[in-house]
């Protein structure tokens, strides 16, 4: 006979033993619901993690958007800043170079013993006149990010021009030492644009030794980089010809951080008013549309050097007197001239007159348009202004060759957003000149319209 306790353990075993068949079966039969929860919950996870890092990107891709947007705006008002500057600008230069002309040809008919000093100051002011011409044409082609002709183009001779102009502006205390080559220094470039290269490093140099002075070196040598040469590769230049140009100052120097980021736009080591930043970063961009290459070597109180490699062209095949060979082309035709500006209008009449053209010049374009519609063969061409109160120069010219539908009419500004030649000769304007108008340049625009 069996004892309680025994058939108590039994009763036990057979318990367990059917609450572990229970579980075990559970367990079998959830696992793999179990399972699949768990892979869902982990690709949940996943996808959640992946939105946090898109939507993490499409913040950092919408703050850089918002800086480029404010970039974009920003280079949008100094191209409207810039074409007021260059309208107005534009007109003065018309004045200063128009009788500077006009002032010229009169010491041709004069004699008298300053005459010879009086042409070479004149000639000054012509030559700063062009100058500021082609600064405007540079402001303008920067806003709308056009890229101005390249021409071959004498680099030493830009160099001493800009250095005159620097003397005058940097103080004794900094000593400015020249080695310019004399010859195979022709490049295929912009003027204005070389002409900044030199006025922005050389007036940061100064700024870098103004509270000890020191020494600005400026040198320019040809030189040749050949394929075995590690400068074709460590520079990416191509192997040829090239001008090497050198602006060293012995200042207060950079450290290897600043040099890493002073070509970058707006960086700048100034005070706030002494500078925008940008200087350095419109060099870099000159070089590089030129094909060459800059690079800058400093250390703190030991100076900085810039050195700049610009190819060259070696063989010379642009006429050097070739501005000063050809005639100036005059005429007899009667010309009507309109300006608003009566100091514009005064000038036109006596540069083109000099010419020997029979010129009738008003500051009114409806006085133009009556004067047209009176008599409609009175006048050879008509030469207008584009920007004028009530009545621009393109309203003018469509109502005058409605009058007259053979009437030459040769349009001039100094900066229009509504105007340009493929638009002007599309409503029948003839030639389309921009100011400030130089005599040669006028005069070969009026003989080439009638020649037509």
């Known amino acids: 006979m069996k004892k309680p306790s025994d058939t108590k353990s039994q009763r036990e075993q057979l318990r367990n033993s059917i609450i572990g068949l229970g579980e075990r079966s559970i367990r079998k039969s959830y696992y793999p619901e179990l399972q699949k929860r768990i892979a869902e919950l982990e690709k949940a996870n996943e996808e959640l993690l992946l939105e946090v890092t898109n939507r993490q990107r499409a913040q ?5 958007l ?6 974009s705006q920003k280079m949008e008002a100094i191209g409207t800043l810039a074409g007021g500057i260059a309208h107005d600008f534009n007109n003065i230069l018309s004045a200063i170079i128009g009788y500077t002309e006009l002032a010229k040809l009169s010491l041709l008919r004069t004699d008298f013993t300053e005459k010879a000093k009086v042409t070479n100051d004149l000639e000054q002011v012509l030559q700063a006149g062009q100058r500021a011409k082609e ?5 303008v082609s920067y806003s709308r990010q056009q890229n101005q002709p390249r021409k071959p183009i004498q680099v030493n001779t830009i160099i001493r021009e800009a250095l005159r102009l620097l003397h005058a502006s940097i103080p004794k205390s900094v000593e400015i030492r020249e080695n310019i080559a004399d010859h195979d220094t022709l490049i295929l470039g912009d003027p204005t644009e070389i002409h900044q290269i030199i006025m922005n490093l050389c007036t940061n140099a100064n700024h870098a030794m103004r509270d000890k002075g020191g020494i600005l070196a400026i040198e320019l040598v040809p030189t040749e980089i050949h394929p075995d040469d590690e400068k074709s590769t460590t520079l990416r230049l191509t192997p040829g010809p090239y001008l090497l140009l050198k602006i060293c100052d012995n200042g207060r120097g950079m450290e290897k951080a600043i040099q890493d980021r002073i070509f970058d736009p707006y960086f700048t ?3 706030s008013g002494e500078g925008t930043g940008i200087g350095l970063a ?3 961009g000159i070089v590089k549309s030129h094909n060459g290459h800059i690079s800058v070597y400093s250390e703190p109180g030991k100076g900085s050097s810039f050195l700049i490699y610009l190819p060259r062209i070696v063989r ?3 006429r050097k007197d070739e501005i000063h060979t050809i005639e100036t082309p005059a005429g007899t035709e009667r010309i009507l001239v309109i300006d608003d500006e009566v100091i514009i209008a005064d000038m036109e009449q006596r540069l083109l007159e000099s010419l020997g053209y029979q010129v009738t010049s008003i500051t009114s374009p409806f006085d133009a348009l009556h004067l047209i519609s009176a008599q409609p063969h009175r006048y050879d061409l008509v030469l207008t202004d584009m ?3 009530r009545m621009n120069g393109a309203e003018l010219a469509q109502k005058i060759l409605r009058i007259r539908a053979d009437m030459p009419v040769i349009l001039c500004t100094g900066f229009s957003e509504m105007m340009n030649e493929k638009k002007a000769r599309a409503i029948g304007i003839r030639d389309y000149v921009m100011k400030p108008l130089i005599r040669k340049d006028i005069a070969e625009a009026i003989r080439k319209v009638f020649d037509a």
Not at 60 to 64: D, G, L, P, V
Not at 66 to 71: F, N, S, V
Not at 135 to 139: A, D, E, F, G, T
């Open 60 to 64: 950092a891709t919408q703050r850089k």
């Open 282 to 284: 419109v060099v870099h």
């Open 66 to 71: 918002e800086g480029l947007l404010q970039q």
């Open 269 to 271: 080591t100034k005070e």
């Open 387 to 389: 920007t004028m109160p």
């Open 135 to 139: 600064l405007v044409k540079q402001i």
């Open 316 to 318: 010379e095949d642009v």
